[in-house]
C-alpha cells in the first residue's frame, strides 16, 4: 500500500551535516505518521525520530536532540532528517518508516519499531573521526 524511499545518505566528517528525504507513494500522505530508525552493525534497530501525521508533534532519541529535526512536506510527499553536528556513533543505516493513522489519530506519532507498518529499503550515514 505504501512505498518508501530514501536518500541524502553518505559520508562526512564530524560535525558536518546531511539531510536525509523519504518519499512515499501509494497512500494519502496526510495519513501516515513517519519516522525515522538506524541500525549499526551488530545492534538493535532503535528509534531516531518521529513526527504526527498533522505535523504538529515530534519526538526525538535523547542522543540526537538539538543535533536533529524531522519535517514533513505534504506537497511533496516526503519526509526529512536534517542531521547536524554530526558524529561518528551516528553512523548506521537509517530507515524511514510509515503508520497508518486514521484521522482521530492525526495528533499522534509513534517511537517504536513495531507500531510501524512500511519501512524503506535504508540508505548508509557514515561519519568519520
Known amino acids: 500500500q505504501v512505498q518508501l524511499v530514501e536518500s541524502g545518505g553518505g559520508l562526512v566528517q564530524a560535525g558536518g551535516s546531511l539531510r536525509l528525504s523519504c518519499a512515499a507513494s501509494g497512500r494519502t500522505f496526510s495519513d501516515l505518521a513517519l519516522g525515522w530508525f538506524r541500525q549499526a552493525p551488530g545492534k538493535e534497530r532503535e528509534f531516531v525520530a518521529a513526527?504526527?501525521?498533522?505535523?504538529?508533534?515530534?519526538a526525538y532519541t535523547d542522543s540526537v536532540k538539538g543535533r536533529f529535526t524531522i519535517s514533513r512536506d505534504n506537497a511533496k510527499n516526503t519526509v526529512y532528517l536534517q542531521m547536524n553536528s554530526l558524529k561518528p556513533e551516528d553512523t548506521a543505516v537509517y530507515y524511514c518508516?510509515?503508520?497508518?493513522?486514521?484521522?482521530?489519530?492525526?495528533?499522534?506519532?509513534?517511537?517504536?519499531?513495531?507500531?510501524?507498518?512500511?519501512w524503506g529499503q535504508g540508505t548508509q550515514v557514515t561519519v568519520s573521526s
Open positions: 518508516a510509515a503508520a497508518r493513522v486514521g484521522l482521530a489519530y492525526r495528533g499522534r506519532y509513534y517511537t517504536h519499531k513495531y507500531d510501524y507498518h512500511y
Open positions: 513526527i504526527a501525521g498533522s505535523g504538529s508533534s515530534t
